[in-house]
């Protein structure tokens, strides 16, 4: 009995002594004299018996962190990982005795330290531009954050600064996926105001490149809520789809959507018109399997949008008007033939009987044959325009540019026909292309006046 009496004298002892030592720490710290601190908490390692409890390493990350606070560079690095490691080994305690702690004076401002530090490093990481740097830092003081929130050492309940600052270094520095785990969580808490702005938009634009289509709608959907009179968040994905530079991409996206929504004219008839404008351009070589391609998928738009449309006459105006400019394109190779044949007359003398020699045949029989290839390209072109005549007779005065396609309806139709009148065999299908030559060319003169 008197054994067992002694041992529990002697462990109280122990614990007496050990509490002392840590005692000794404390009135260090709170006198700010930290390398007496550290001095201090070094015996305590050399006699080795109290670091086996947990408010040893609360201690010493204390003190480190303490020493962190005035150190440079490296060294304040190490002070830095030694500590946190130290703090991180007190919290692995039981909950009990980590709670106990936490709060005294001599040690509540521990986990703060990290979180000003690091925080202080990250802005002069991003004011000098390192956004890289910046980010990485950022990234460790949320988790000091998160810590003191949780353990409600901070007054807010979210950090809203820290992760405007962390998504924008990663945004800066090009790790998306960074910048957009921050700034999901402020647009959790639907966080708004002018300062961000910014972050809505690039958040909405990224679930766009990434083809998050629901993330994307819900996006553009928070953003009209937060900022009502910004236009970006009332824009359609089909109008992200037209901005996109890389022309690959937006024909594949479009497609893409077009394939998601078969039903969709609307979307049909915009892909054929941009399709059209691609193939009219002057540089465009139409012997080439590309154009071919292209020419397939836009007619079979267009055909599917006037059907799916019948009240819209642009379809059939545009499928007549690709005729028309093949036509055209043709037209411009007869000129060159011309062009051959009349520098062949000009070098000609006459003859004794005074006639020059006719041009080669070669010559004569090349015009023939694209003149024919323009007027089977032009017969092909002018039905579709019909078609549209009496629609876009209705609407060109209500559409953005609705004028200018009418008029070069109309002329298209005046040059039809007037080729048909010079070219016709017979009488009286010379009498009828005349007959619609000047009644198109009155329609022509009534929309001009």
């Known amino acids: 009995m008197n054994r067992l009496y002694i041992v529990g004298i002697a462990l109280l002892l122990a614990t007496t002594a050990a509490q002392a030592q840590f005692d ?18 070094q015996d305590i390692e050399k006699k080795g018996k109290a670091t086996t409890k947990p408010e040893f390493h609360l201690a010493k990350a204390t003190v480190l962190a303490g020493l962190m606070k005035t150190a440079q560079g490296e060294e304040a690095d190490k002070y830095m990982e030694e500590s946190m490691s130290e703090y991180r080994k007190y919290l692995a305690a039981d909950a009990a005795t980590v709670a106990s702690l936490l709060q005294d004076p001599a040690y509540a401002a521990t986990a703060f330290t990290y979180y000003s530090v690091l925080f202080n490093r990250a802005i002069a990481h991003f004011n000098a531009k390192k956004y890289a740097d910046a980010a990485n830092t950022f990234g460790k003081t949320v988790e000091w954050s998160d810590y003191l929130i949780k353990n409600k050492q901070l007054a807010s ?84 789809i037209l901005e996109v530079e890389d022309e690959k991409e937006r024909m594949a996206r479009l497609e893409a959507k077009m394939a998601a929504e078969p039903d969709n004219a609307k979307l049909q008839q915009m892909y054929g018109g941009i399709l059209f404008d691609k193939l009219s351009k002057r540089d465009v070589d139409p012997s080439t399997p590309e154009f071919a391609a292209d020419e397939q998928k836009m007619l079979a738009a267009l055909t599917k949008t006037a059907a799916a449309m019948p009240e819209d006459g642009m379809p059939n105006f545009l499928i007549g ?123 022509y003169s009534e929309i001009t006046q």
């Open 321 to 443: 008007k690709h005729h028309w400019y093949k036509a055209e394109r043709i037209r411009n190779l007869i000129a060159d033939v011309n062009d051959e044949i009349r520098k062949f007359n000009d070098a000609q003398k006459p003859d004794k009987m005074g006639k020059t020699p006719p041009p080669p045949k070669e010559l004569t029989a090349r015009r023939d044959s694209l003149r024919k290839q323009q007027e089977a390209f032009m017969d092909i072109s002018v039905p579709f325009l019909l078609k549209a005549q009496p629609l876009l007779a209705k609407s060109y005065t209500k559409v953005k540019g609705g004028a200018q396609n009418y008029k070069l309806l109309i002329d298209d139709l005046i040059q039809y026909y007037g080729f048909k009148r010079q070219y016709a065999k017979l009488p009286a299908d010379k009498a009828k292309a005349e007959a619609e030559e000047k009644k198109w060319d009155k329609v």
């Open 157 to 240: 309940e979210f950090d809203t600064t820290l992760f405007l600052y962390a998504g924008a270094c990663s945004q800066m520095s090009e790790d998306h996926k960074g910048a957009m785990g921050y700034y999901e969580k402020l647009a959790a808490r639907k966080i708004g105001g002018k300062d961000f702005l910014d972050v809505y938009k690039y958040m909405t634009y990224m679930y766009f490149l990434n083809k998050e289509t629901a993330a994307f709608e819900k996006s553009k959907a928070l953003g009209q809520e937060l900022y009502p009179k910004e236009e970006m968040f009332k824009m359609e994905e089909i109008d992200f």
């Open 24 to 41: 000794q720490v404390k009135t260090y710290l709170m006198l700010n004299q930290l390398p007496k601190a550290k001095e201090a908490i």
